[in-house]
């Protein structure tokens, strides 16, 4: 979750939504995203809303998860006024931050509020991100006996220079450790992975990929280092300190990555995610990228009901301020226009295996989609099932297809 939030309209101080959001609402799938803002260290690279102990002042963690369940029923109060039908969650997902910085006592009673205000739908999906060495048998045991079914660990490389370089503090051969105690546990696992960091040879992402698919997770994510303003990476990148991504050598990493995993038997399924089977592909992600409603609960979450998307005060004070005294936390919202609506799901579809209907496209990009099949940019079966579905080198390319389908 970047930390800067957009400029928008101000949102009401009761959160009150406009009788539009629950036009269909019984047709879209409802989440909710928990998010827990704190971290022992901040890295280098991260641009997310969190914080360490000594940017807390005056903040008290263990007040958060009371906090967090003042909001819950916020919600829920909101999408009754907005009559908006009842509807269980089918994805809750805890991330950060590190969310299990907090006891494992504190995320299960934060997901008993979700169950107790909306009810958990049958087969729910349940994750929390964490840190390898955040965890251990008991805490993992502990969030599966409350009702989590997923965990996803921020690897991030297993390469020791790569790992300093971004300012991760875990040692490589926790990630075996953890990897078993959680499936011990009974829960399926994810490994995230980053690559393009600066002085990180294609030697090195290799040995990162082979160590990830060694541990035979369920589920693997790699994204490229976005080196993002403000951040401490990016102060040393204009002092000369490191160097600056590289991204022809990027795409080769991404080439690497989709052939270790395609070998290993993982499909791809988003521009960035990997699954050994649709089962185990990350539902509550996909939602974001399919257009579901979702609530996000905390400092600087987005959340997005029936077109109308808004986000909270960042700061975890004005957030505990604004709770406490019964008001939402909403700093601004935007209620989105049908174009801008259409815009979108081009942008966040064509990511995706399914693809993107051609039927969303105006004329202007049904025509192009011809002459990005000529160009190897989409797949040219799919496309005449009526579906834009991305080649390996259209997802190296896929901002310039959306360019391109949106006739930009």
């Given at each position: 979750m970047?930390?800067?939030?957009?400029?928008?309209?101000p949102?009401?101080?009761?959160?009150a939504?406009?009788?539009s959001?629950?036009?269909?609402?019984?047709?879209?799938?409802?989440?909710?995203?928990?998010h827990?803002?704190f971290c022992r260290?901040?890295?280098?690279?991260?641009?997310?809303?969190?914080?360490?102990?000594?940017?807390l002042?005056?903040v008290?963690?263990?007040?958060?998860?009371?906090?967090a369940?003042?909001?819950?029923?916020?919600?829920?109060?909101?999408l009754?006024?907005?009559?908006?039908?009842?509807?269980?969650?089918?994805?809750v997902?805890f991330?950060?931050?590190?969310?299990?910085?907090?006891?494992?006592?504190?995320l299960?009673g934060?997901?008993?509020?979700?169950?107790?205000?909306?009810?958990?739908?049958?087969?729910?999906?349940?994750?929390?991100?964490?840190?390898?060495?955040?965890v251990?048998?008991?805490?993992?045991?502990?969030?599966?006996?409350?009702?989590?079914?997923?965990?996803s660990?921020?690897?991030?490389?297993?390469?020791?220079?790569?790992?300093a370089?971004l300012e991760?503090?875990?040692?490589?051969?926790?990630?075996?450790?953890v990897?078993?105690?959680?499936r011990?546990?009974g829960?399926?696992v994810?490994?995230?992975?980053?690559?393009?960091t600066?002085g990180?040879?294609?030697?090195?992402?290799?040995?990162?990929?082979?160590?990830?698919?060694?541990?035979?997770?369920?589920?693997?994510?790699?994204?490229?280092?976005?080196?993002?303003?403000?951040?401490k990476?990016?102060?040393?990148?204009?002092?000369?300190?490191?160097?600056?991504?590289?991204d022809?050598l990027?795409?080769?990493?991404?080439?690497?990555?989709?052939?270790?995993?395609?070998?290993?038997g993982y499909?791809?399924y988003?521009?960035?995610?990997?699954?050994?089977?649709p089962?185990h592909?990350?539902?509550?992600?996909?939602?974001?990228w399919q257009?579901?409603?979702?609530?996000?609960?905390?400092?600087?979450?987005?959340?997005?009901?029936?077109?109308?998307?808004?986000?909270?005060?960042?700061?975890?004070?004005?957030?505990?301020?604004?709770v406490?005294?019964?008001?939402?936390?909403?700093?601004?919202?935007?209620?989105?226009?049908?174009e801008?609506?259409?815009?979108?799901r081009?942008?966040?579809?064509t990511?995706?295996?399914?693809?993107?209907?051609?039927?969303?496209?105006?004329?202007?990009?049904?025509?192009?989609?011809?002459?990005?099949i000529?160009?190897?940019?989409?797949?040219?079966a799919?496309?005449?099932?009526g579906?834009?579905?991305?080649?390996?080198r259209?997802?190296?390319l896929?901002d310039?297809?959306?360019?391109r389908?949106?006739?930009e």
């Open positions: 970047p930390s800067a939030l957009p400029l928008a309209d949102a009401p101080a009761d959160g939504l406009p009788a959001v629950a036009d269909g609402a019984d047709e879209r799938a409802f989440g909710v995203y928990l827990v803002p260290v901040r890295c280098g690279y991260c641009d997310f809303n969190t914080y360490t102990a000594t940017e002042r005056g008290r963690r263990e007040d958060y998860p009371a906090q369940a003042r909001e819950i029923a916020l919600a829920a109060q909101v009754t006024d907005a009559a908006v039908p009842a509807r269980p969650a089918s994805t997902f991330g950060g931050g590190t969310p299990t910085m907090l006891p494992a006592g504190d299960a934060m997901l008993a509020a979700v169950r107790d205000t909306w009810g958990l739908a049958p087969g729910v999906e349940v994750t929390t991100e964490a840190n390898p060495d955040s251990d048998p008991e805490y993992l045991a502990t969030l599966r006996e409350a009702g989590f079914t997923r965990v660990f921020g690897m991030q490389s297993a390469v020791p220079h790569v790992l370089t991760r503090t875990h040692d490589p051969a926790r990630i075996p450790l990897v078993r105690w959680a011990e546990a829960l399926d994810s490994l995230d992975l980053i690559y393009g600066p990180e040879s294609l030697d090195d992402w290799r040995r990162s990929l082979e160590h990830a698919l060694a541990q035979e997770p369920d589920h693997l994510s790699a994204y490229a280092l976005i080196v993002e303003d403000g951040t990476l990016a102060r040393q990148i204009r002092r000369g300190e490191v160097a600056e991504p590289d022809d990027s795409a080769d990493m991404y080439e690497l990555a989709d052939a270790a995993m395609t070998d290993a499909g791809w988003e521009v960035s995610n990997w699954s050994r089977s089962e592909r990350s539902r509550h992600n996909l939602s974001y257009g579901a409603d979702w609530w996000g609960v905390g400092p600087g979450a987005h959340s997005h009901v029936g077109g109308v998307r808004w986000w909270n005060v960042k700061h975890p004070a004005a957030y505990a301020d604004r406490t005294a019964g008001a939402s936390p909403a700093a601004g919202r935007e209620t989105l226009d049908t801008t609506r259409r815009v979108e081009v942008l966040l579809e990511r995706v295996r399914d693809g993107l209907p051609t039927s969303a496209l105006d004329e202007a990009g049904r025509r192009a989609v011809a002459g990005l000529a160009d190897g940019l989409v797949e040219p799919a496309a005449l099932r579906v834009v579905v991305l080649t390996l259209g997802r190296l896929a310039a297809v959306v360019r389908l949106l006739d």
